[in-house]
């Protein structure tokens, strides 16, 4: 796998504008495949659903998947980028009380005017797409706003 993409941190004096919508892309780590364990799972679909009532995101979608996680969320309030990914590592980590992830994570910046539902649909197909489930109602690791 090419790590070019995944970063430890954000180069210093890049700017994460609250508003900016982004779809972030964090694996576990060392590959391992921690949300195969439900438990596990469910706590980090938690961890996202908190950032939310804490202010810190807006989620859009998002879908664990065994050894991955894919985030589209728009910033809220005063955290950067990294803030909010170090936040959600560290508490679904403590949560499950496993280190689970790898340092750094890939971002892809949304365009504003961007229809973000056909990125969505892209995001939350994954257990579809590698063969998980047939239908995706069938795998209970993913949540979307537009449901």
Not at 69 to 78: E, F, P, Q, S, Y
Not at 84 to 92: C, D, E, L, Q
């Amino acid at each position: 796998m090419d790590n070019t993409h995944h970063r430890s941190r954000r180069p210093a004096g890049c700017y994460s504008p609250a508003g900016q919508p982004y779809l972030i892309t964090m694996t576990t780590r060392q590959h391992h495949a921690f949300f195969h364990d439900h438990g596990i799972a469910k706590r980090a679909c938690s961890v996202m659903h908190e950032m939310d009532s804490m202010g810190a995101s807006h989620t859009w979608c998002f879908v664990i998947m065994p050894d991955h996680c894919h985030w589209m969320l728009t910033l809220k309030g005063n955290a950067s980028l990294s803030q909010t990914v170090r936040m959600f590592k560290g508490k679904s980590s403590r949560l499950a009380g496993l280190s689970l992830w790898q340092r750094g994570f890939h971002e892809r910046a949304l365009r504003r005017d961007e229809d973000l539902l056909p990125t969505a649909r892209y995001v939350i197909a994954n257990p579809l797409r590698i063969g998980l489930v047939s239908r995706l109602g069938d795998y209970p690791y993913w949540d979307a706003v537009w449901l």
